[in-house]
């Protein structure tokens, strides 16, 4: 099983602020059975519980998207080998499906906590959340969408006897939500001068610590993480800066300005605790997140996931002063099969390409910063862009960053459980392209940065 070890942070070297989690070590192997296993369609073994199969889920009915769900079936027979399939429809209405493959206990209960999925399905080994994080899109490329944040995604489960292709008789099934906000969390639609966003609400009267979510490229408004971090009591932002609504289509140049009118909108909030705010970006949203605690007040905490610390795909304006675009080399493509690219050495090295200046002087930053990379990442080279930077920093004698350095783990980082997006559209360059990650790897980086980052805007943003 995959182990996190909690490590503190340690200046001793120059290397001491940053963890490294360990690789993954390989699944734990299947038990074997103590009695032969029931080929489909056969008559029930003598002493199989004449109990109906039943799937129980904890929570029963609805939970969030990024918790927990206990899964478990009764009524099967001793050792009884079955089939349990997941099944999610987008808001597209594209299919995502996870099997697996198992053996009820003696007892006839088969609770995924304790049985491992054997060898052969979706995913093996002991993952009592592999029906969901391993739900992968019946139509190629796909990523899962979710825009409509008011809907729960709706889940269903099935019960096959045996571990036959196709499955055999259908024994049990269940459906279950899996929702985004909270009872109570309030959806605050925002459009204040320029400001094109939501925001979500804790429940109560009593200001919340306020971050502001930034997306990456591909425009829109997107709030399922801005949703999710409202539940757990904040105050949370999801800012749209292009492609919504009035805002431009294709900016030629963004203006901090606009981020600035943002957290400025925050900051006058009755319901958002002050003195400061924090930023979570993604990707394109990560550099500018970056930018703002250089150039702009206010700013306390900022988390970076898998961005670049140089301006990326669109020029960024400040009063008269405009940071350049991290320069491209076409050249440095790689063409891994017929119709799939790989861009992750394009990107002119920031640390070393001569005269360039996309790179954010976050030496000006006064913010807490957290970097969160993934070490597959094929879009950016984040692990190396955080870990250069940070260098820079504590030779500048700064100590206010961290990073979280995940194996296995591409571009993508979402909230638990969203499944893995390895391969898709580059958000660049508008073709299919390696994006990076390792199925198993990536679920696990996902639990475990998700509470990191909710504990470092605790700290940080609560004024102590």
Known sequence: MWQ?????????????????????????????????????????????????????????????????????VRGLGPQQPVTLRTSLRDETGELFQAWARYRAGDDGELDLARCPALP?????????????????????FWYMVKKDIQRPFLLQLEVFDGHGEPPGRLLAQAQHERAF??????RVPVREGRIRATLFLPPGEDPFPGIIDIHGLGGGLLEHRASLLANHGFATLALAYYQYEDLPQKPTELHLEYFDEAVNYMLQH????????????????ADLSLAMAAFLKNITAVASLNGSVAITSIPLRYKDKTIPCLPFNNEKIKVIDSNILDYSDVALDAFQA??????????????????????????????????????????????????????????????????????GNHPLFHKRAILGGEPVAYSKAQVHAWPKIQAFFKKYLNDN
């Open 354 to 423: 001569p005269g360039n200046q996309s790179l954010i002087p976050l030496e000006k930053a006064e913010a807490q910063l957290l970097f969160i990379v993934g070490q597959d990442d094929h879009v950016l080279k984040s692990e190396y862009y955080a870990t250069e930077v940070c260098k820079l920093l504590q030779a500048q004698g700064k100590e206010n960053f961290q990073i979280l350095s995940y194996p296995g783990t591409g571009h993508c980082i979402d909230p638990p459980y969203f499944p893995l997006y390895p391969r």
């Open 120 to 140: 052969g399905g979706s995913f093996s080994g002991l993952e009592p959340m592999g029906p969901l994080w391993a739900l992968q899109p019946q139509k190629p």
């Open 270 to 285: 009755p319901q958002v605790k002050g003195p400061g705010v924090g930023l979570l970006g993604y990707s394109k949203g």
């Open 181 to 186: 906000l909270r009872d109570g969390v309030r």
């Open 4 to 72: 996190v070890t909690a490590l503190s942070l340690c200046r001793a070297s120059s290397r001491g602020w940053q963890k490294r989690l360990p690789q993954p070590s390989p699944a734990p192997a299947a038990p074997q059975p103590r009695s032969p296993a029931r080929s489909p369609g056969t008559a029930p073994a003598r002493g199989l519980s004449s109990m109906a199969p039943s799937i129980r889920l904890s929570p029963a009915a609805r939970s969030l998207f990024d918790e927990p769900l206990a899964i478990a």
